[in-house]
């Protein structure tokens, strides 16, 4: 069973702070990774994929991943209230064509 | 550009009962999947397809079925329907190119009672 855990939260983190998630996989093959955040009653959106070692920044996102700790991280810088949303973490399995995801880390933004 | 559209949104099914609930996309993607999600937890696959007449079990496919006789539509069939198929349910579809990413239909909130 490949396995993908996150902290279900909430984590709480007072506006322009850093929000720092965390995820870890079992599936040691696998080579894609995303993040996703769902806002309450609609539908994942994907805001960073990740597919190399190191760090990937995209505005106030940055994503990292350490393959060897089998380990994916999101970090999201100046926190809004408007970031207040559960943040899915998914890995493509080795096989390909599919993804698993964790049961997300609710994130609350306090103005 | 519609993107990946699903109906009904709602619904309540009593014990027994059977539906069908509809996915359709318009990017021309290979691949297509449905997912439910409970209250609180992630996504888990119930079935996906990788083209037309092609489909395949994922982790919960119990208690449901699926067919895919076009690239647009990918529906999703319950038969006698159980309350433990109370969810919200997602389809999303996946192209060939790009960065793999897997676009999200609204969901529709399925309630078995």
């Known amino acids: 069973q490949k396995e993908v855990e996150q902290n279900s939260g909430p984590l709480s983190v007072p506006e322009g702070a850093i929000a720092s998630l965390n995820c870890t996989y079992s599936?040691?093959?696998?080579?894609?990774f995303f993040w996703y955040r769902q806002y309450s009653g609609k539908s994942p959106e994907l805001i960073m994929s990740?597919?190399?070692?190191g760090d990937k920044e995209d505005g106030r996102f940055t994503a990292q991943l350490n393959k060897a700790s089998q380990y994916v991280s999101l970090l999201i810088r100046d926190s809004q209230p408007s970031d207040s949303a559960t943040y899915l973490c998914?890995?493509?399995?080795?096989?390909?064509?599919?993804?698993?995801f964790g049961g997300g880390t609710r994130v609350l933004v306090k103005p | 550009n519609a993107g990946v559209t699903q109906t009904p949104k709602f619904r309540i099914l009593k014990i027994g009962q059977s539906m069908t609930l509809q996915c359709t996309q318009d990017?021309?993607?290979?691949?297509m999947y449905w997912y439910r999600q409970d209250p609180g937890m992630g996504l888990k696959l119930i079935y996906y397809?990788?083209?037309?007449?092609?489909?395949d079990k994922g982790e919960v496919p119990n208690g449901y079925n699926v067919s895919r006789s076009t690239t647009e539509d990918f529906p999703l069939r319950l038969e006698l329907a159980a309350p433990s198929q109370t969810s919200v349910y997602f389809c999303?579809?996946?192209?060939?190119?790009?960065?793999?990413?897997?676009?999200f239909g609204p969901g529709t909130r399925l309630t078995v009672l």
């Open positions: 999303a579809s996946r192209g060939l190119a790009g960065d793999n990413e897997q676009f």
């Open positions: 599936d040691r093959g696998s080579q894609s």
């Open positions: 990740i597919y190399s070692n």
């Open positions: 998914a890995v493509e399995q080795a096989a390909g064509n599919k993804l698993t």
């Open positions: 990017m021309n993607h290979n691949y």
């Open positions: 397809s990788v083209g037309a007449g092609i489909t």
